[in-house]
């Protein structure tokens, strides 16, 4: 069982930053992708950025590409989303996501294991 818990999120104005962060629990957790989601009310979750755990290898949804930074810090398993220059569409529930190794999209939310909680963001104008 990996468990997942997130914090950081709060309210910020348009052009400020937040910093996210994952804090992960379980065995084999190294191997395993990971991601950030949100969902925006009224909206579908959309993948915002993932990386796997060992490789390093990073990607973003062209929404935040540029602005939107994940990283990870392998002492305290925790994995971060570093958010800058933030509007108002940023405003969301953003979730935390765990994928095993194996194929499939790393953008789809189906193709990921475990989740957590979720932080809200809010980005006022």
């Known amino acids: 069982q990996v468990q997942l818990v997130e914090s950081g999120g709060g309210l910020v104005q348009a052009g400020g930053s937040l910093r996210l962060s994952c804090a992960a629990s379980?065995?084999?957790?190294?191997?395993?992708?990971m991601g950030w989601f949100r969902q925006a009310p009224g909206k579908k979750r959309e993948f915002v950025a993932a990386?796997?755990?060992?490789?390093?290898?990073?990607n973003y949804a062209d929404s935040v590409k540029g602005r939107f930074t994940i990283s990870r810090d392998n002492a305290v398993n925790t994995v971060y989303l570093q958010m800058n220059s933030l509007k108002p569409e940023d405003t969301a529930v953003y979730y935390c996501a765990a994928r095993r190794p194996g194929s499939g999209p790393y953008y789809s939310d189906q193709v990921y294991d475990y989740w957590g909680q979720g932080t809200q963001v809010t980005v006022s104008s």
């Open positions: 990386f796997t755990w060992t490789g390093g290898n990073t």
């Open positions: 379980g065995r084999t957790f190294s191997s395993y992708i």
